[in-house]
């Protein structure tokens, strides 16, 4: 069992940056990502990052501004905004994958079996 927590939601202002952390207990050899879901709208994918922590993969809208790392030892995730915009307003959510995945695969939801609670990021004007 995998148990995902996120942290470094808060305030920001446009063109600010923020940095998201995600801590990992149990087993989490598999790749890992940020899903967001803003107020009236479906989650999307946001990043991932391979299981090595090599190989990283963005939304069009990310790229660019948001940069994702792993720090392996730790067991844990970043996914650092920058140059924020009002539309990054959202509920940011850390997840596991169940397997490898690849440039297809990183954006699905459905190759993520854990899930973290989400962390707020508000943009102010």
């Known amino acids: 069992q995998v148990h995902l927590s996120e942290s470094g939601g808060g305030l920001v202002q446009t063109g600010g940056s923020l940095r998201l952390s995600c801590t990992a207990s149990?087993?989490?050899?598999?790749?890992m990502g940020w899903f967001r879901q803003a107020p009236g709208k479906r989650r999307a994918f946001v990043a991932a990052?391979?299981?090595?922590?090599?190989?990283?993969w963005y939304a069009d809208s990310a790229k660019g501004r948001f940069t994702i790392s792993r720090d392996m030892f730790e067991n844990r995730i970043y996914l650092h905004l920058t140059n924020v915009r009002p539309e990054d307003a959202a509920i940011y959510y850390c997840?596991?994958?169940?397997?490898?995945?690849?440039?297809?695969?990183?954006?699905?939801?459905?190759?993520?079996?854990?899930w973290g609670q989400g962390t707020q990021v508000t943009v102010s004007s």
């Open positions: 990052i391979s299981a090595t922590g090599t190989i990283p």
């Open positions: 997840a596991a994958s169940r397997g490898p995945l690849n440039s297809l695969s990183a954006s699905e939801q459905d190759e993520y079996d854990y």
């Open positions: 149990g087993r989490t050899s598999n790749a």
